[in-house]
């Protein structure tokens, strides 16, 4: 079994900056992409970025349109812990920020129960 847990959401005013944390932890897995959803109330679950881990592609990162020059994705793959650095914060990236872990064995995904980030003046 898989547990994923985030933490460093918070408020925060426009412009400014967060740092979210999530790690990864259980026995007999290997994580091969962690990375970071988001859900705004109302919206559908969106990806805001992801990272290979291990592989030829290891360190690899997809991320979405709307956080490129503001948002880095980090991870430490021995730890399993994965970070989001997120500068020049909007108010459209109010949501609850999700981590997820896809496992090679057994081919799931977990997820964390989410840390909410709201951006507001």
């Known amino acids: 079994q898989v547990q994923v847990e985030e933490s460093g959401g918070g408020l925060v005013q426009p412009g400014g900056s967060l740092r979210l944390s999530c790690v990864v932890s259980g026995r007999g897995f290997r994580v091969n992409v962690m990375g970071w959803y988001r859900q705004a109330p109302g919206n559908q679950r969106e990806l805001v970025a992801q990272i290979i881990n291990g592989g030829r592609n290891d360190g690899s990162i997809s991320d979405a349109d709307y956080v490129k020059g503001r948002f880095t994705i980090s991870r430490d793959g021995v730890k399993n812990t994965v970070y989001l650095q997120m500068n020049s914060l909007k108010p459209e990236d109010t949501a609850v920020y999700y981590c997820?872990?896809?496992?090679?064995?057994?081919?799931?995904?977990?997820w964390g129960q989410g840390t909410q980030v709201t951006v507001s003046a």
């Open positions: 997820f872990a896809d496992t090679l064995l057994g081919g799931r995904r977990y």
